[in-house]
């Protein structure tokens, strides 16, 4: 059967849309209520990440609860930048499952939990620059929008 074809009736916003910036804050809060990967809804002494049974000094396993392939991937990425890292690789066990398993296997002298840690800082970091090059360049269009 082939795909129902958009009318203009389809395209038109409805009549209770508004832009966000109009939003009331309590829409928007309640919204927030309800995302269960908004930090604002974690509890403070909930511990999120865990070391697996079998690591060692040099090779561990981490389980982060609450996490999927974002920060997954990003983090392999950074932490495989650090040349003291032999091998670092992260899955998700199960769709359905809010968990993320990251593996981390240094050479001898870098302990995998400072690997661990050392990614994080980079990422964050990189995040910091990320997001000062987007609001200057957000900036920078605003102010060639109003010439």
């Known amino acids: 059967m082939a795909p129902k074809k958009k009318t203009a009736e389809d395209a038109a916003p409805a009549e209770n849309d508004i832009p966000m910036g109009e939003a009331p804050a309590a829409a928007i809060e309640s919204s927030r209520a309800e995302d269960s990967n908004d930090p604002s809804n974690l509890v403070a002494n909930e511990q999120r990440i865990r070391i697996l049974p079998g690591s060692s000094e040099t090779a561990a396993s981490f389980e982060f609860k ?33 968990l993320m398993n990251i593996r981390i296997q240094t050479y001898e002298g870098t302990a995998a939990v400072d690997a661990l840690e050392k990614g994080f800082n980079d990422l964050i970091d990189l995040c910091d620059i990320v997001a000062d090059k987007f609001i200057s360049a957000g900036e920078g269009m605003a102010t060639q929008m109003e010439t």
């Open 66 to 98: 609450k996490e999927d392939h974002t920060l997954g991937n990003s983090l392999r990425y950074i932490i495989m930048k650090n040349p003291q890292v032999e091998f670092c690789g992260y899955s998700i066990p199960h769709p359905s499952e809010e």
